[in-house]
């Protein structure tokens, strides 16, 4: 597709429940990005892969969260036993690019999927 | 570690008056700054981004930004704001000893009044 492309767009969750993101990212992009957007802060980090390989996972907050990319093209977020302070936007980003320090790469963002946990 | 601070919550313009979005950085070393604006119910769109080379940097929609190493700032500027640039915007740095992760600042939103 033309850009990043998420789902749900919305999701409300029992605390509890299990959720699972979906991010299609753009064709061919070989880094892909997911973040979270509290209320009102700045996209914070989760995890970085490179393809399928997770190469970085240092910003997921508990390991309730768990995210792949089995084929190197789309990534699953999943969220077990959700809680109220998971209401969140979830952005997942790509690039076409690898990340070895040229930094000439920019990410593109998807709309992102707004969770709230009840 | 990286970090970003966009003082300002809120900018209030007139449309046609010049704006301005203050963004400071700390990074340990030369650092890659990025504008990205989020309109409602949308994405992160990148606007523009320093890697190297001019200071001045041009964009998107007209906007362009400063870098500025001893003031450790990159704020954005576009000479005559519309009404249709109000929304939320966000600075964000990379250091390129750890590649790949953007850190944000809290955001900023501009509301451009006609």
Known sequence: GAGVSQSPRYKVAKRGQDVALRCDPISGHVSLFWYQQALGQGPEFLTYFQNEAQLDKSGLPSDRFFAERPEGSVSTLKIQRTQQEDSAVYLCASSLGTWTGAGNTEAFFGQGTRLTVV | ?114
Request: net charge neutral; hydrophobic share 35%; glycine share 8%.
């Open chain 2, 1 to 114: 570690a990286q970090s970003v601070a966009q003082p300002e919550d809120q900018v209030n313009v007139a449309e046609g008056n010049p704006l301005t979005v203050k963004c400071t950085y700390s990074v340990s070393g030369n650092p890659y700054l990025f504008w990205y604006v989020q309109y409602p119910n949308r994405g992160l769109q990148f606007l523009l981004k320093y890697i190297t080379g001019d200071n001045l940097v041009k964009g998107s929609y007209g906007f362009e930004a400063e870098f500025n190493k001893s003031q450790t700032s990159f704020h954005l500027k576009k000479p005559s704001a519309l009404v249709s640039d109000s929304a939320l915007y966000f600075c964000a740095v990379r250091d390129p000893s750890n590649d790949y992760k953007l850190s944000f600042g809290a955001g900023t939103t501009v509301t451009v009044r006609a």
